[in-house]
């Protein structure tokens, strides 16, 4: 059946390969990533790794021998140097591969400083890979002063970590306010709120301007003109999918790899999943960053190599751990104009319900499993509960899916 070959041995990758051998595709099947360590989840490395309480073998997806079994060829720890459409090739290392399929699971990298503002400077990490926080895990010492630049996600997961280990923390946020960009004011209030709680000084509406030290970083100089000492920095500033060999392979490029709903990019024979794809979603053209997103995707591109021809239906689900608190969120809050707060079961749990008009679009639940479960259901479903229902306590959540 040919020979399929897959780039990126993250969860979209090992997600695509596992399922094409579970499909009963009998051909030769290549998997190939850049990093040396075998497929892993990448969403504890921040959390559980990074405390030091998850062991390097439960970060792995599946035991090695899963990939001996099912007779996947894995290429580990070198970098693929080119694509050729034409010819069907890619050469990795000094190997030159022919391919029927092509699958690009390539994923993201992270936004880096400039070096014109100390970006090169020792002691300043971005958190991606298992290299990034093996790299940063010996500064986490009680007491050390790290200064966290970006009040997304992955920075206030960082932030996170660090004040429960004991280390003094800064988390800058250029924009009005953290989670400005994917999240309402009320979700902001609520993490603001839970970090501050635990020692973690937060500067909302002011940038930075540069990181000092002189081959080490010591210092930052912020936009509104305060220096602060610093041990170490953390970048979290966002990713880009990360589309150079697709542009090599001549793919057409929109906010990613473009797909097709089926997975399918321009070129034939060349599919696109996970963090790098951009698919069609209601009318418009969207790309997610998430684990589900991710399996999903890859697994429904298995499916279509193999003839199905399936369109991909996302059922956008996220979730982000901080202190003792379990974000999960349903669906995209794109578009809304609206949020209604619902208490939660314990105090100062709490779930944020986004309305666009009268129709809910997404909910952000704290420490509330059953308000994303519910608001999940709804959404997928299409149904949209009216905001005083959601609003009011003595309404039982579950009724709110009749």
Known sequence: MGHVVVIGAGQAGSSCVAKLRNSGFDGKITLIGAETAPPYQRPPLSKAYLLGEMELERLYLRPLSFYQDQNITMILGDPVHSVDASSKTVIVGKQVLTYDDLVLATGSNPRRLPASIGGDLGGVYVVRTLNDVDSMEPEFTEDKRVLIIGGGYIGLEAAAVAAKKGLKVTLVEM????????????????????????????????????????????????????????????????????????????????????????????????????????????????????????????????????????????????????FDVKLQIAGLNIGYDSVVTRAGDKAGDASFWYYKGDELLAVDAANEPRAFMVGKRLIESGKSPAKERVGDLSVELKSLLK
């Open 175 to 322: 924009a009005d306010r953290i989670l400005q960009r994917v999240a309402c004011p009320e979700t902001s209030d609520f993490f603001r709120n839970l970090h501050q709680s635990h020692g973690v000084e937060i500067v909302e509406g002011v940038g930075l301007d540069r990181l000092t030290g002189d081959g080490r970083v010591s210092g930052a100089v912020l936009s509104d003109g305060r220096e602060i000492e610093v041990d170490f920095a953390i970048v979290g500033v966002g990713i880009t999918p990360s589309i150079e060999l697709a542009e090599m392979a001549g793919c057409t490029i929109e906010n990613g790899i473009r797909t097709d709903a089926q997975g399918a990019t321009s070129v034939d024979g060349i599919w696109a999943a996970g963090d790098c794809a951009s698919f069609p979603y209601r009318g418009g053209r969207i790309r997610l960053e998430s684990v589900p997103n991710a399996i999903d995707q890859a697994e429904l591109v298995a499916e279509n190599i193999m003839g199905a021809a399936k369109d991909y239906v996302a059922k956008p689900w996220f979730w982000s751990d901080q």
